[in-house]
């Protein structure tokens, strides 16, 4: 903030250099403004001062009231100047406090509400607040609401405040861990939430979180998942009116699960590869096409998957379409499923829909312009493989042709 008069330089934090309204001291004797020391330690992942790079402890933030008084004597002195007084800031949240409010909680449905609003509140407060929900054991009170629930939204709010709150406190990896140690009934909860929630923002709470457990998860649990909740997931993509962030997070967990075991099988039989061909077909915004390229590469790595895009009336017509349009990255991606297709899947209608639809044009051209080294090299193989069907058809024009490569 800019202000009609200079302000004393030890009143300004040394991280956002602005005037101080909550001072804290750490271990090392820099003192910080609290809001923005606790995002250097919480969220950043910091464990240094800044000024001095020496270890700091998370608990090492001792309100300086002196300064505080000081820095609000100043701004009275200086209110003709548009200085505004900064209020006397409220103690910061302890885990006792936080332990009091959830045991209100389970008291009766009706102070459980209230309660939720207040864990809300305090989530949304600071970065300290959401370790300190955590440590008190929030996450496993909300994750049992959720449970309870069922993706019943309808009738009770409680789920879905319970799923806004978790995806504020931002969980870490150990507390993710922990929820999935209850035989999978939080996941089956959080996956009736997709399916059946009320609201766009509950459902959207629900996949993100889903995405974040399974991020963190030990194989063993990627490996089993069962293919019913395939179609879930799915469901995201089916619905146009889904939020744009809920949709990748869909396709990041189908990203994140299909390498593992049998997954690729349950994903294209649950219709992963015409949902997201038609996903393609709707889409012109880089990073959903590139993550929707790389699902289909993974699933058209087996042969259920390649015979489920050859099924659909625009499954190579799309990706023809792709090729170029979208980054090298996509035109990788697009390139790698051709290449699946040209080698393993290659019967004579589908190297005849492959002139027609534009594909064989499409890698001439990868191989005149400034293409990747890989998708330049997967084109030129693809069409000397099949350089005695494709090489004299008229489908392709002439400019084009000039650079089919030989034999």
């Not at 709010?157 to 507390?175: F, R």
């Amino acid at each position: 903030m800019d202000y009609n008069i200079d302000v004393p330089s030890y009143f300004l934090c040394p991280i956002s250099m602005q005037l101080m309204g909550d001072p804290v001291t750490v271990s090392t004797g820099i003192t910080y403004d609290r809001e923005s020391i606790e995002r250097w330690l919480y969220a950043f992942k910091n464990n240094t001062c800044p000024v001095t790079k020496q270890l700091v402890s998370d608990a090492d933030l001792t309100p300086n009231h002196t300064l505080r008084r000081l820095i609000q004597a100043w701004c009275t002195l200086n209110a003709s100047h548009g200085i505004e007084r900064i209020p006397t800031p409220k103690p910061p949240v302890d885990e006792a406090q936080i332990v009091k409010l959830l045991n209100d909680a389970k008291k009766s449905p009706h102070t459980q509400l209230k309660c939720l609003g207040r864990l809300r509140s305090i989530a949304l407060g600071s970065e300290r607040n959401k370790k300190c929900l955590e440590a008190a054991g929030a996450v496993e009170f909300l994750a049992s609401i959720v449970k309870k629930d069922g993706g019943v939204l309808e009738s009770n709010k409680a789920g879905e405040e319970a799923l806004n709150i978790l995806n504020h406190i931002q969980t870490s990896e150990t507390g993710l861990k922990k929820l999935l140690c209850d035989e999978g009934e939080f996941v089956e909860a959080l996956l009736m939430h997709v399916m059946n929630g009320e609201s766009y923002q509950s459902r959207t709470h629900a996949i993100m979180l889903l995405k974040a457990i399974l991020e963190v998860a030990d194989p063993v649990h990627l490996v089993t998942i069962k293919p019913h909740f395939f179609v879930g997931v799915l469901h995201i993509l089916q619905d146009q009116k889904m939020l744009n962030q809920a949709s990748k997070a869909a396709l990041k967990l189908l990203v994140e699960l299909c390498p593992w075991g049998r997954n690729r099988i349950k994903a294209v039989q649950a219709g992963a590869v015409s949902v997201l061909i038609e996903l393609l077909l709707d889409t012109s915004e880089m990073r959903a096409c590139e993550l929707v390229l790389i699902v289909l590469n993974q699933l058209c790595s087996c042969a259920e998957g390649r015979a489920e895009l050859l099924k659909h009336a625009a499954g190579l017509a799309v990706l023809s379409k792709k090729i170029l349009r979208v980054s090298h990255a996509g035109t990788d991606r697009a390139v790698r499923i051709l290449s699946s297709i040209s080698r393993f899947s290659a019967t004579d209608r589908v190297l005849e829909e492959m002139l027609q639809v534009g594909v064989v044009s499409k890698l001439c051209l990868v191989l005149q312009v400034d293409s990747s080294l890989k998708a330049n090299e997967r084109a030129k193989e693809i069409l000397k493989l099949h350089s005695r069907v494709w090489k004299n058809s008229s489908c392709i024009p002439p400019h084009l042709l000039s650079s089919y490569p030989t034999c």
